[in-house]
Every structure is written in C-alpha cells, then in structure tokens.
C-alpha cells in the first residue's frame, strides 16, 4: 500500500470512528432522557390513580375510574396474583399482546413487543375485596420512536455531510502533499538511469516543509554536481600537467638512444633534465595526492605551539637551502595557538618558497596577535601578480605565466594547498599584491 492510501486510510477510519462515537453519544443521551420522561410521566399516574381507587372510597366505580384516566395511547390494568388481569381499559387491541405481570412492589420499565416500545408503571393496591393488586399504567412511545427514528435520519445525513467532503479531501490532499515527493522520486530514478544531474522544479511558493525538502535535495543535487565536476576537472587537469613533464622525459630518452652515448655533451644535458623532470613528477604528484585526498586537508592533529618559533625554525632551514634571507619580525616572542604543527610548516614553506621563487630581494615575515586571532604575513619585493591574475592564484593548477612557472619548477598547486590548510583550521588567507613591487600573503588563524 503506498503511503498516499496509508494516510488516506488512516485518517478516514479515525473519523469515521469519532463520527460513530459522537453519534451514537448524541442517540443514546436523547433515548435516555425522553425514555425517563415517560416512565416518570406514567409513574406518576399509576401513583394518583392508585391513590383515588383506594377501598374507602366506594362512591366510585373502579372501571369508569379507568376509563376516565385513560391515556390516549395507552392501558390501565388491574392484575390479580392469582387470576392475572381483573381490570382493563384500553382504546387499541394492540395492549392486549402485552402479558399481564403481577408485582408487589412499584415497578418501572420499558417493554418491547414486535418493534412497540412501552412504558409501563405499576404500584400495589388494596382491592375492594380486601386482596393486594398490582395496578399497571402502560403507555406507547411511538412518538418518541418516531422522534428517535428521525435523529437516526438525521444523525445519518449529518455524518454524511462530514464523512464525504473530508474522505474527498483527504484524497486531495494526499495528492497535493505527495506530489512533491513523487516528482522526486521520477527524479531520482532519471539521474540514476541517464547519469545525469537533475534539479526539481520547485513551484510550491508557500515554502512548507515540501518544498524546503525540495530545496534541499536541489541543494544536495548542486554540490554532487559541483564535486563531481571539480573530480573531472581534476582528474583531466592532473593529466595535463603529467603529459608536459613525461614529454620532455621522452624528449631526452630519445635524445639519448640516438647520440647520447656517442656525445657527452648530450648525455649530461639529458641526464640533468630527465632529474629535473623526475624530482618535478615527484613533487607534483606528492602534492596531487595531498589535493585528492580530503582527509588529508580536514583531520588535523592539533597541538599547542609556538608560531614564533615554529616560523624561525622553519626560515633558517629554508635559509641554509636557498642561501637566501628571511628575515622575522615578531610583535612578541612567543605567541601560542593551538594548530597542526605538520600542516602549519607545510603552509609556512608553500608561502617562503613562492616568495623566495618570485623575488630576489629578502623575504620578511611579520607575526602578530589579537585577543582571538594570530597571524602572519609572508612579504616579497618580487615580480608580484597582475591584478586581474589576483582572483584565481588560489586555483588548483592555475599559474600566472606558466612558461615562468616551468623555470621556477612551480606547478600550480601551492597556494590551492595552503588554502586549504588554513581552511581547515578555521582561518582565512589573503593577498595583496602590486605588479613589479612585491606582494604580501597574510594568513590569519583562530587561537
Ligand atoms: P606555483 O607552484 O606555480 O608557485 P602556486 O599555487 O604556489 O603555484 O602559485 C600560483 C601562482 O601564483 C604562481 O604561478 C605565481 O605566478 C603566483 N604567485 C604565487 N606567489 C607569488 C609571489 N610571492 N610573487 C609573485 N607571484 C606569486
């Protein structure tokens, strides 16, 4: 059963059940309450009859006194123990199925007798002839039946009224409020059959749980979309910059086969480039991996370190292999954060290094504090970058001038890095650049 009908179901048994109950409430209150009325009506007249046929009273003839108290629907009898009925006055032959019934005590009840319902009272009295009788006042409820009969009718019509625009309704309903969903679902399967990303139209304007549903699944569609596009990008990007490097590798392999034993010239020309191209490869592909594996990025191994320290040691090593110099300008000597060590080094070499590429001035890196953030900035008197290259450096693979690139054996790849370390650690990273001048990359990092 699908979930439409399930609610449908649902809901139409649970009203059909609280319409029955009310209704049913309602019959029996009325029955209940007109019912008593009549027993008490002929109580009450059992009692003053009882009460004028007393036995000093003999001026009296008990059966006109029946008669006159005669109600117009019903039967006053006078039953003996022993010979049963004694006394009857009745305007219907209909009375006469009724058994008669001998009680010493009062008595009130209902009796029903092929589909008449009968109210019936009967009280002891002394006979004239000295013995106990039981006089009985019986009397038809037909109106009351008929009045019953008609709340049946109308009880009936008015869960009618309720019952059908609410089952109708409900079905309505069930359609509006699964739409959404099913339409999703035709998606669903599209994007599984075709491989294709697909959106839902979302016409629904009174942004109800649905449609929010909707928009997220639009949402959720967008970001697969968007990574899977980034994966192809990658993946085709990343072949790209292979074919470069192993072209000059074959470049030279061939060069060697051909003369390269035979001029010395040559072998060492090809040996130097084919290590140059083999340590580029490696390089590369060490950081394609860092880039492809998102773990890598997002699970830091936190600890307490010192970014002054952290930033000298980090220069002097860079130092001694460039034989170059970075100079550090510290607010304080010691300022504390809590960071990955690893990654916040490998940030710190991605930034010396272009700077050091870049520029052949020294290179200044500047530490400072705030209540809530540290940061520091790595600064250059170098070539700087364009302004209209400034947007993209943080691009996977994105070089300002790629045949300079090649010179200085970039690949594209820092800066896409370090912003993702400084990303993961909750920070930001800028730049501020000036073509011919030298530029500045600032990162700044929570405590
Ligand atoms: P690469 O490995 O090529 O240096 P990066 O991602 O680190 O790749 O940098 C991207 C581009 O940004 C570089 O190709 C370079 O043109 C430019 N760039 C980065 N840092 C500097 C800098 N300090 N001075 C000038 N240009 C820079």
Same mark, same amino acid.
Request: aromatic fraction near 14%.
């Given at each position: 059963m699908n979930i439409r009908n399930k609610i449908h179901l649902f809901s139409t048994v649970w009203l059909v059940m609280i319409v029955l109950a009310i209704n049913a409430s309602i019959y029996w209150l009325f029955y209940k309450q007109t019912t008593e009325q009549e027993l008490d009506r002929v109580q009450l007249q059992a009692e003053s009859i009882a009460e004028r046929l007393r036995?000093? =009273?003999?001026?009296?003839n008990p059966a006109d006194m029946l008669r006159a108290f005669l109600p117009p629907n019903g039967m006053i009898r006078v039953i003996d123990e022993? &010979?049963? &009925?004694i006394m009857t006055a009745a305007k219907?032959?209909?009375?006469? =199925?009724l058994p008669p019934q001998y009680h010493d005590g009062q008595v009130v009840r209902l009796d029903k007798r092929e589909g008449a319902l009968y109210a019936i009272a009967q009280v002891p009295l002394i006979w004239q002839d000295g013995s106990v009788v039981s006089l009985e006042v019986t009397a038809s409820l037909l109106a009351v039946q008929d009045t019953l009969n008609m709340l049946q009718v109308v009880l009936l019509l008015a869960s009618l009224v309720v019952l059908i625009p609410s089952f109708l309704a409900g079905r309505m309903l069930g359609n509006v409020m699964l739409r959404p969903i099913t339409a999703m679902i035709q998606t669903m399967e599209e994007i599984q059959k075709k491989g294709t990303f697909k959106k839902l139209v979302l016409?629904?304007?009174?942004?109800d749980e649905l449609y929010h549903l909707g928009n997220a699944f639009n949402r959720m569609i967008d970001r697969l979309q968007d990574s899977f596009d980034k994966q192809q990008q990658f993946v085709s990007d990343a072949s790209h910059e292979l074919k470069t490097p192993l072209t000059v590798l074959e470049g030279y392999a061939t060069m060697l086969k051909r003369w390269g034993l035979k001029k010395p010239e040559v072998l060492e020309e090809s040996v130097e480039a084919i290590y140059a191209e083999a340590v580029r490869m490696k390089n590369m592909t060490r950081q394609l991996l860092m880039l492809a594996n998102p773990d890598a990025q997002t699970s830091l191994t936190l600890s307490q370190l010192d970014l002054v320290s952290l930033c000298e040691e980090t220069s002097k090593w860079m130092r001694q292999t460039y034989e170059r110099h970075i100079q550090t300008e510290t607010a304080r000597s010691e300022i504390m954060l809590q960071a990955d060590e690893q990654k916040l080094k490998q940030l710190l070499v991605i930034l010396l290094d272009n700077a050091l590429k870049y520029s052949s001035a020294p290179v200044m890196i500047q530490i400072s504090e705030t209540a809530y953030e540290v940061s520091f900035s790595v600064r250059d008197e170098g070539i700087g970058v364009p302004q209209e290259d400034l947007p993209h450096?943080? =691009?996977?693979?994105?070089?300002? =001038?790629k045949a300079r690139a090649r010179e200085t054996g970039g690949s594209g790849l820092g800066l896409s890095i370090a912003k993702r370390i400084v990303e993961a650690h909750g920070g930001r990273i800028e730049v501020f650049s000036e073509e011919g001048k030298g530029s500045r990359f600032t990162v700044t990092l929570p405590r």
């Open positions: 036995p000093a =009273d003999h001026t009296i022993k &010979s049963g &009925s219907e032959a209909d009375f006469a =199925d016409q629904d304007q009174s942004k450096i943080f =691009d996977r693979f994105y070089r300002v =001038d």
